[in-house]
């Protein structure tokens, strides 16, 4: 059974740079993509960056310049480099990771991750 598990959250000051980190278990395959989300109180869900598996990535405006996102495939993690954090950056974040195969999309989700910004 896939589980992927995040670290790295916490209580961060303005400013900060935390990196979190998804480690994927149960896995034998390539996920198609892996992504980071979050979601704020009272807010949806809303991606903040995603990565394929030949590497490239893409961003929520709101990270551009600020977040980076990466995978080692050969640990199966994902992470997500993040720097000078704000406020309005406070969310649980998710992980996320696709599989494509004949067809189907498998999706999984990780627990989520509190990471807070404030002084």
């Known amino acids: 059974q896939v589980q992927l598990v995040e670290s790295g959250g916490g209580l961060v000051q303005p400013g900060g740079s935390p990196r979190l980190s998804c480690a994927a278990s149960?896995?034998?395959?390539?996920?198609?993509?892996m992504g980071w989300y979050r979601q704020a109180p009272g807010k949806q869900r809303e991606l903040v960056a995603i990565?394929?598996?030949?590497?490239?990535?893409n961003y929520a405006d709101s990270v551009k310049g600020r977040f980076t996102i990466s995978r080692d495939s050969a640990k199966n993690t994902l992470y997500l480099q993040m720097s000078s954090l704000k406020s309005e950056d406070t969310a649980v974040y998710y992980c996320?990771?696709?599989?494509?195969?004949?067809?189907?999309?498998?999706?999984?989700w990780g627990q989520g991750t509190q990471v807070t910004v404030s002084s």
């Open positions: 996320n990771a696709r599989r494509y195969s004949r067809g189907n999309v498998y999706e999984y």
């Open positions: 149960g896995v034998i395959f390539s996920f198609n993509i």
């Open positions: 990565i394929d598996s030949g590497g490239s990535t």
